[in-house]
């Protein structure tokens, strides 16, 4: 077996992934929006939204535990096989618990009961993802090429069956079920790596230790990530809200992902095994690397978006959605500011053990998260969970650069984007003027996507960002050379 598996390979694979991961909603979305209205999908959101805790519970913080600790030890295929078993059977208990407890919940639940009972295969599907233990091997051909197969087939039995708004509780089983098959394909390439072990020799104590310690800012996230979802539902009563808040996460969720999702999954785990090694300085490299990219992507994306919002919504959703292009604009920001604080929690603070102290992090910006939204949500609805979001992540985001011993500065953010920055804000112009010329939302919407990421690519390399000269053209292209 390769035990130092092709880097540019792995952020190939995750990269086409991620891609695939935005273009099925791009697909799908629109669809669903109108076959399913706002107020059914806002059904669906909240009755995931729900699932979303017990699945935490069930999972803990196995998702990034398993990756470091797996990592750590990859080479070593004793070590890892008994690490891999310890930490998905504490799983199959933590979940089996929840499982008990979400059919209580189910029992005394007078809503939306057939709807839940479908969603326990989203347990399920946490008590078998073992995704985590192929991302610490950095073996991610095995996890994207089911998941990919089994999205792909989701998606063509939703076209072909999802018809009408009575077919929400279809949707959910179709959704949920070809999440939980891709879970389980996994495990067909697990012998491959895992050797026989004496079961015996196992200890959980430790595991379920450090797993909480991951648990706890999972938990502190879904304030700003779940939460809001929930209060909406609970505090408006208003289905058709949670509908366009669905739908405006689902499309930054797209965004975010194109972002830095794919590259954080894979360097992630390399890193883990870089400060394992000490090697100090290449970790330092990756992440000035990855920040240049996350800022190169983040900042066209947010004045992108807040340029075609508009023309976009009712070409992308249908009609119901106006609410969506305020919320779109208001969210665009999230995308650069995520971006960073998940770069440093991704490459700096799991893979050199400081889990704990981004925790606190996380926990001082979920509390703030969780203030604001009880306060602007009775007002402003969605865009009060919006502004609540913005401003906790913003928190988290200051506290890991001020406490990140020098692996990013904030001079460094600065440098890197300022020419991004003006880029952005001309590509915004030029797309406000298309927006007067063109009447028709379609064309309008094809031209400015086109012509406003022209502009944006023209104005960073006329401008010689840092982007282009040191990281495309210092280090990409030489390379292929």
Not at 149 to 161: E, H, P, Q
Not at 168 to 187: A, C, E, Q, R
Not at 193 to 214: A, G, M, P
Not at 337 to 360: D, E, V
């Amino acid at each position: 077996m390769d035990t130092q598996p092709s880097l540019k390979k792995n952020i190939a694979i995750s990269t086409l992934y991620q891609i695939l991961l935005i273009i099925l909603p791009i697909v799908t979305a629109p669809y669903i929006a109108r076959v399913l209205g706002p107020d059914q999908s806002g059904v669906y959101d909240y009755t995931t939204s729900i699932m979303t805790y017990f699945a935490m519970f069930a999972a803990l913080g196995t998702a990034s535990y398993g990756v470091r600790e797996i990592a750590r030890v990859r080479d070593d295929a004793a070590m890892r096989s008994k690490l891999f078993w310890e930490i998905e059977l504490m799983t199959v208990m933590t979940s089996s618990v929840c499982i008990v407890v979400w059919f209580i919940f189910i029992a005394l639940t007078p809503q939306y009961k057939t709807i839940y009972l479908v969603l326990t295969m989203g347990l399920l599907s946490t008590m078998f993802d073992i995704s985590w233990f192929f991302a610490g091997m950095e073996q991610f051909k095995y996890t994207v090429t089911k998941n990919a197969a089994c999205k792909l087939i989701g998606v063509i039995l939703m076209f072909l069956f999802v018809k009408k708004q009575e077919d929400l509780l279809l949707y959910v089983i179709i959704i949920i079920s070809s999440t939980m098959i891709g879970n389980l394909s996994m495990w067909l390439y697990v012998p491959r790596f895992v050797e026989k072990v004496d079961f015996r020799t196992f200890t959980f104590r430790k595991h379920f230790h450090e797993t909480l310690i991951y648990f706890v800012p999972t938990v502190a996230t879904s304030v700003y990530t779940v939460l809001d979802r929930t209060l909406i539902g609970v505090i408006t009563n208003n289905k058709a809200e949670n509908g366009c808040y669905h739908y405006a996460m689902q499309i930054v969720n797209m965004m975010k992902a194109l972002t830095f999702s794919s590259l954080n999954m894979v360097l992630g785990s390399r890193l883990s095994f870089l400060f394992a090694e000490k090697k100090y300085d290449e970790i330092k490299e990756k992440i000035a690397d990855s920040t240049n990219y996350i800022l190169f992507m983040g900042l066209g994306i947010c004045f992108g978006m807040i340029g075609v919002a508009k023309r976009f919504v009712p070409v992308f959703l249908g009609a119901g959605y106006d609410r969506v292009v305020t919320m779109l604009i208001l969210m665009s920001p999230i995308v650069i500011i995520i971006g960073i604080s998940n770069c440093l929690g991704s490459q700096y603070y799991t893979p050199a053990g400081y889990r704990k102290l981004s925790a606190r992090y996380i926990i001082i910006g979920a509390v703030v998260n969780f203030l604001l939204n009880l306060v602007l949500i009775p007002k402003f609805w969605g865009y009060g969970a919006i502004v609540a979001s913005l401003i906790a992540e913003g928190a988290i985001t200051i506290l890991y650069l001020k406490n990140c011993n020098g692996y990013l500065r904030v001079s460094t953010i600065i440098k890197d984007s300022w020419k991004k920055l003006i880029a952005g804000l001309i590509m915004l112009i030029v797309i406000k003027v298309l927006d007067v010329i063109i009447s028709s939302d379609i064309a309008a919407l094809f031209v400015e996507v086109a012509v406003g990421f022209t502009v944006y690519l023209t104005v960073v390399t006329l401008l010689r960002d840092s982007f282009m000269t040191d990281l495309v053209m210092g280090k990409i292209l030489k390379r292929k050379r």
